[in-house]
């Protein structure tokens, strides 16, 4: 069963159709990559499944319930997550604090870090860290982090709240190529490990054909192919509106 089925979703701005009739299904544990070239709407799709926009016309069903109605909020907490940059205040605290701020600010009880939370042990902080290697960095201060490991614990900071689908828009940019599939191999075993949803949109076809198990293209507003990575490399519209001859 789906976890996620979008049908024939629309979104315009004034004139412009960002997203014009765009059906899919993600399955649990699925890794979905999004890719089209600049404008064709990817960041539209994210912020209507987040619910940061409302839909012109179709339909959105989580485990088979509808999105319609629902703020982004009540939307995060049916299971739909995203990343998150660290942000550059949030640089001095270790590891652990900032995993810790986040499962505070979810029980509404941010209050209390700056007291008591900050200094007891948290099993689970430290079973967030566990799962994406960073247990033993976990005293370290982000802000001296290697760019990889960063991306490694806003990972931890995304899955604080048990998402059944993770939007990752860009989660690999500015990454060197050792780096960018290190990060997707983990986020692979994570969303194997949990039976989550990933939907991720990515500009470097090594990493799209490498670990998405399926691929969405998107073009102008609409879905051109939907298709393993062979069929899509093979996809002939494929090849001339995106990946343009000689591409891999
Ligand atoms: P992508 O993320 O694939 O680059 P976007 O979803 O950001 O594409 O944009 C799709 C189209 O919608 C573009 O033509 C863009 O200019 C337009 N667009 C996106 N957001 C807005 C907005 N808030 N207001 C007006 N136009 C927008
Ligand atoms: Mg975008």
């Known amino acids: 069963m789906s976890f996620l089925e979008v049908s024939d979703l ?64 009540e939307i995060w907490k049916l299971g739909v997550g995203r990343t998150f940059q660290i942000a550059q205040t949030f640089a001095s605290l270790t590891v652990l604090e900032n995993v810790k701020m986040v499962l ?83 986020v692979q075993q994570v969303a194997h490990e949990r039976r989550m949803a990933v939907l991720f949109t990515e500009h470097s076809m090594d990493v799209v054909f490498g670990f998405a198990q399926r691929v969405l293209v998107l073009s102008s507003g609409k879905i051109i192919a939907d298709g393993d990575p062979q069929q899509i490399q093979q996809h002939t519209q494929v090849r001339d509106v995106y990946l343009g001859v000689g591409t891999t």
Not at 49 to 58: A, E, K, S
Not at 141 to 150: I, P, Q, R
Not at 168 to 174: C, H, K, L, N, V
């Open 10 to 73: 629309h979104k315009s701005f004034g004139g412009v159709r960002a997203v014009g009739g765009v059906s899919f299904n993600a399955a649990p544990g699925e890794l979905l990559a999004l890719i089209g070239p600049n404008g064709a709407g990817k960041s539209t799709l994210f912020n209507l499944l987040n619910g940061q926009l409302t839909p012109d016309q179709g339909q959105i069903l989580l485990a088979g319930e509808p999105l319609q109605g629902k703020s982004p909020r």
């Open 104 to 186: 505070l600010s979810q029980s509404n009880q941010l209050f209390s870090f700056w007291s008591r939370a900050a200094q007891g042990p948290n099993p689970r902080a430290r079973e967030l860290l566990a799962q994406v290697g960073m247990e033993d960095q976990a005293e370290r201060a982000c802000g001296e982090l290697a760019y990889g490991d960063v991306k490694r614990v806003e990972l931890a900071l995304a899955l604080a709240s048990d998402p059944k689908l993770l939007l990752m828009d860009e989660p690999t940019a500015g990454m060197a190529a050792g780096e960018r599939h290190a990060l997707m191999a983990l």
